[in-house]
């Protein structure tokens, strides 16, 4: 098996973990689980979201948690940042990195976002150009890139015209995500393998759902073609808003585990990332689907 | 990726999964849900345990259970036996195919079957030879290939050897079992090339646990070698002994679930599958961890 000796593995539990929880955790819980992750050996964290608290009130308080954890050197801390307004408050708070978003499919895309892909396209240029001038780097979430809740399959070329589009416009790095965690390993490899052609493999993240249990065997598959970039929700936080008390994100502590098994660097403590996981879990007040939490739970 | 056109899922639930289980099924409730396995599609399934009830008081009603289910013509019931005294009960059930079974490690082997190594193979010599001369097929089953809960690491030459005295004894398919779950792609990979030279493909099937979540990821690394014979405990039946509330067996319709999303015929009806699983999880009566079961029960 030729695999890399090194990934990054890119935390977004604090922002798209929490925002699909009802719970409310405090701002005070935030700040001390984020620095709990700084610590964990992690790279990167996204720590929050600069979309309006009218949608997300789980992250109304963007500002504050990001002037407030700690800023470890060499973490990069980013968040995401929908429009002009976000990227303002996201500046205000000094983030390392902002994170843009819109999905390959039409009717998500509308959904989500309330506008057409073409509507799109100028609000994010707008607040890439904004990032840029103010010296940050810009990371591009492209949504429902192996399959839409409402459309099914999605057009190949669609999401590779989608994602020119976002990189003409210079963003940093590119996260697919299988959005509803239907992706299958041969349908990664063969998307993959027609995209090595089109997307650069060291601008380009992985960002698989568990909910049908396959996230692993996909990322296994795109390790296997040189992909070295991978995303998560430690303990596997925020589960799936179209299968309520299914899985939505990929754990990122079983993501570790089985990337340090196969030999694999990460820079991350599993120990202590679990223990973080441990930490969320319980303000969250209900067991994570994580399978390292269930495992080292009973040990 | 070069794939199988067709491969065999061979159900484990009635034996493998009721087994771990503490809640009493009722012999009606069993025979009724191995009649809807049938029903399934399934080509094999593990009906029951022939160990003394001593030690199974969950599957005391084997030769009933045996006796009373539809047999649908095209598939194997199988079942396990420990010794002699298991294997007559299992003639006088009528049961098409013998299951025996062993550890690779030494500690494993002892602790689950109160013999060594050594002194396990005359005792299961004896029952292969016996169903052999009442034309049964036996299977073996070796645990603890990928790892041991007392050992760690198990010599790959230990299970070799080990698989190596059961094809000579005669048996007809041997399963490597991953019986804690914490065999990992690179691994898997390595071991089943290993492997190749001394194992001939199409008398193995592969037994994977899915405690730390890596039990599809390993099916596709084996799959993509052209292992094409796979075992599952429907909707993840059975839970994991050394971690209470962790995953044990693979669930066998995330399994399909996978296997048909990536173009692989079973021949298995994954929602006739799934409508089992629910009835086995009403009788059980707490949520079984299968992804399906998650995502179809809220949809």
Redesign the interface.
């Known amino acids: 098996?030729d695999?890399p000796d090194q990934i990054t593995i890119k935390e977004v539990g604090p922002r798209d973990g929490l925002q699909n929880e009802k719970k409310e955790i405090s701002t005070e819980d935030k700040i001390e689980w984020i620095n709990q992750l700084s610590e964990s050996g992690l790279s990167y964290i996204e720590i929050t979201s600069f979309v309006h608290p009218k949608w997300i009130p789980q992250l109304k308080d963007a500002v504050e948690v990001a002037k407030s954890i700690n800023r470890k050197e060499g973490v990069t801390y980013a968040a995401l940042v929908p429009n002009m307004k976000g990227l303002e408050r996201a500046l205000e708070a000094d983030v390392d990195e902002v994170s843009i978003f819109m999905s390959a499919s039409e009717t998500h895309n509308k959904k989500n976002i309330n506008k057409s892909i073409e509507e799109t396209y100028p609000v994010l240029k707008e607040v890439v150009t904004g990032a840029k001038e103010a010296k940050k780097t810009v990371r591009g979430y492209v949504s429902t890139v192996f399959g839409c809740p409402y459309e099914g399959p999605v057009d190949e070329n669609q999401v590779v015209d989608v994602c020119e589009r976002l990189f003409d416009m210079g963003i940093d790095e590119l996260s697919l995500g299988d959005t509803i965690g239907?992706a299958?390993?041969?349908?990664v490899?063969?998307f993959l393998c027609k995209m090595e052609h089109v997307l650069l493999k060291d601008q380009i993240a992985l960002h698989f759902h568990?909910?049908?249990?396959?996230a692993?065997?996909n990322?296994?598959?795109a390790l296997q073609l040189g992909y070295h970039t991978f995303d998560g929700s430690l303990g596997g936080l925020g589960g799936?808003p179209y299968?309520?008390?299914?899985?939505g994100n990929l754990?990122t502590d079983?993501l570790v585990?089985?990337i340090h098994?196969?030999?694999i660097d990460t820079g991350i403590d599993l120990d202590r990332l679990t223990e973080a996981g441990f930490f969320i879990q319980d303000k969250i007040g209900k067991p994570l689907p994580s399978?390292?939490m269930?495992?080292r739970?009973?040990?």
Do not use: S
């Open positions: 098996m695999l239907v299958n390993p041969r349908q490899h063969e568990d909910t049908r249990g396959m692993l065997a990322t296994a598959t799936c299968a309520k008390g299914a899985t754990a079983d585990h089985m098994e196969m030999g399978k390292q269930q495992v739970a009973k040990e």
